[in-house]
């Protein structure tokens, strides 16, 4: 009744964990219907509120609840919308959908206020679509759409409440008269790096805060000036090709604050060119072309900072600056001015700053929120802006940039690349070229010169850069990802870049002046994890067998072994090679069973499954070491042999759940890190559950034979204890390494998650689980997982310890006559007396080497530093020590011990941290077949050994067969003979109570 109710028990808590499980992973992680591929979380917003976003999914989930207030879909992969996809969403007040591949039309819900929609597909008409009923958007973000190349004046008809509209990147060529007609509270408009060739008419606006149309086309200037806004703000229109500033443009578009015309081709200005600019603080007219300032050109203004360095300006006239008495700091560096006139200063502040050449010493500095977000304007013309006081977002410090460096666009000044670039000037925006930093001995034709070897250049005019240390492979002046490097793009990005390079290829007339300069930096490359998954290209492909974020991802028909994706063998050899795995393990079970009551020749105490076990323990533990070490040390170029060699190594480390490929059977039964771990768990008790089944079963039946004495079947039911403790107790030692590994994959330890970072700033990261990159860290399925993993965390570190008690209390009982005793054998019975604990030293070991050596950066050396160490004083140990006291078993171990160092050791010649420099295969002929032999030595030794014990058996027959068959039939005769005196035995006390009864 004891075991009935702890069978019962174990299996009630088994069912009750599974269930667990389900429950957790059906609604625990996804407040929505099962969304695949992806996943979908809801957090609550106010009283009766949801905001619900959602990753990796390819179409708009049904069923979304009913008080969505905002829903996130960015960085999926919707490709269209069902148009009632967000009808029954009467509370959505926030929609994002940035970063898709949408196309087409859909309806949005009325009370829609801020809609995102950057880096997608969408056309004008089915925009026009998108907002027909929602009249209530205050915020619009429609970056990076092909809306172009005309904007119809009907495009926003009805959004009286736009606040806020972003249309930069959206191949616009031509804005209709009246398009922001109803638009009259609108704040900021953004339609820079588009292709406008003239500036839009802005009727209907009034008071606007921002208009950037920087990086048009622009020449003409004149509709803008028509449009009767009554206040603007800040006015951008850096980077265009105007020529001239028509007159009286802006005495009716009162720019107040900041006005920047960088980086355009304006040749003159006169008296009237700001004229009605009367509270105009900061203007910028850096890099144009004016070689003459007349007389009173700011007469207007209440200007405090005045930029006109980089220009070709010849003659300054006296009265130029008459009237500024509130300027604070000008520039008029960087032209070529041979002398100022005399009275220049009249007029002017005491205090100004007049930099005729760049210094340290001069800053601008920007006090209020208006004046802040002019300091990217200054980043582009050759500053560097910090903050006044650490922590102090309101005030900034703005100052050139040294000589020998140059701006490029980012926080930091830049240094100039060594091997052909200098800059002796401050305050620029490039490198000059050096004589010898491109090749000069070519016409340079349509474009600059050529870039050296290992230069690229985003500028088809500009200089070249020297090539980053890693991931990109520089050639023909473009900058390309290098093989086993990934990067990421957004969908528009890529292609510009692509259009691009093809352009620089470019070399005569017919080149294309849109794709003259690529304006942003180009993405981090990062190294991919295993080595040749990553094939490189400016759209970092992955190469066949891999896919997703890293090209770390098996494709379908694939699976993963030992850091690569190999195809999946046939159907029929999949099944069997499962089928084989489970017969193997039942036969050597079943052969430690047999061997319970055989003694071996040489040491009377031990049985041939004491043998079987012990050397079974040597060589399993050792390749479940080796598997680890090669699946963790992902940098090393392993002989080529490994890979073929890899499902019979995961064979050999009694990894069932790995050596047959289940996912080549169906791709549903992929085994990520969650299932294996689950699995783990699961088969520790259901081996145990089963065994411990056997045994109240055979208890049973035992106890109902009435063949036998009661004296018999105490020693029977002895026995069957005895061999079922033990079996328990070897298979958890088996067992052990592989499901602490299984355990520690998944906890949030330091090394589980890699943080991935796909641009230089941070602002793009994820955090991926190392053991199956496909797997978002610490999201709401990995917390669930991981939660349960911990109440299983103690048992690598803990298991191993407790073992310590019951080991001391048996190790010198009689096995004979204690079952448990018998059982716990397993962890002592082949070390001498006084090692009787390095079981625990051996799975502390396996441990270290399998588990532990995972939470090691493997981007640097010092992962197989430590595999080395830990090696190198386990060898030593054991090589000093000698606990084991059979001299075949002692030899094998030691010979283990130092294969492992020898494994390691290759693994530290052949490391290679940097894969960017075409890393090729280990293939050397005597290194593979050392490898091979070595690795292969253990199993054939146990093997052989076993193979002599039979030969020996076998000449025992064969040298007097009549004997051994005498014997054999002997041993039948008494067999016979003592169950016909167990039946007269169990007879005789039934006659002698008939007898007595007829008394």
Known sequence: MDITFAVQRLTRISLTQFLLVVWFVAFGWCCLEDVYPGYCTCKPFGRDRTIVKCIGINHVPRNLPSNTAKLDLSGNQLSSIQEDAFRNLSLLREINLDENNLKGGFYLPKSAATVTMEDNMISLDE???????????????????????????DAFAGLDKMFYLYMAQCSLQHIERGAFRAMTKLKTLRLHHNKLTSAPDLTGLTVVARINLENNQIKDLSPLGNSKIKHVLTLALKGNQMEQIPANVFQNLPVTLTLMLNFNFISQINNRTFAGLKNLRILTLINNNLTFIPEYAFADTQLQALFLHGNKIKHIDGNAFRGLSNLQSMTIFDNPLSLLPVKIFDGMASNVTFECAPSASFHVTLYNDDQIRYKEGLRYSGFICTKCHPGDHKCFNCTFCMSGTYSNHEE????????????????????????????????????ACRCLRNFYRLYRFGPCKACPDYGINCENDAGILAPNYFWKWSNTTMEYYTNFVDNIHTFGPEYNKSFSIFQGPLPQPLKCPYPGSCKGGISSACNKGYQGTLCATCSYNHYLRFNSCLQCPSMFLTIISCILVILVFVFL??????????RTENDNTRTVADVIMSCSKIVIGFYQVVAGIFSALVRVQWPVILISMGKYLKFAEGNILQFAPLSCIDHVVRLDPFLQFVLAIGINILIVSLILLYLFLKKRYIMNRMDILPSQKLDKISSLKKSCYRNIFLFLLLSYPMTSKKIIHILPLPGVCVDMCFNKNGSECISLLKADYSIHCFTARHNVFWHIAAAFALYPVAFPLLLL????????????????????????????????????????RKLVLISVILLVGSESRSQIGFAVITASVSGIAYTIFRPIKSKF?????????????FNVCLGAIYSQPDVSRNPGKNDSIFVNVLFVVLNSAVLLLAVGNGLLHLKFFWKKISSCPMRCFLLICRGCLERRRNRNVNNLLLIQPVEEELDFEED
């Open 127 to 153: 925009l026009k679509v998108i907002l027909r009923d929602s009249k209530s958007i205050s915020t619009l973000d429609i970056i990076g759409n092909p809306i172009g190349p005309n904007l119809t004046s």
């Open 889 to 901: 078993e002692d030899r094998l171990q030691t010979f283990v011990i130092w294969i492992i160092f």
């Open 412 to 447: 930091n000044c830049l240094n100039c690349p060594a091997g052909g670039f200098y800059q002796d000037e401050m305050g620029q925006l490039g490198c000059k070229n050096c004589s010898t930093g491109t090749q000069t001995n070519e016409t340079a034709g349509y474009r």
């Open 589 to 598: 079970f079943l052969m430690v069973l047999w061997g319970d009551s055989t």
């Open 805 to 844: 008690i019951p080991i001391y209390k048996y190790r010198k009982s009689n096995p004979d006559k204690e079952e448990i005793a018998f059982g716990i054998r397993v962890f002592f019975e082949n070390y001498k007396p006084k090692y009787w604990f390095w079981e625990i030293v051996e799975m502390y």
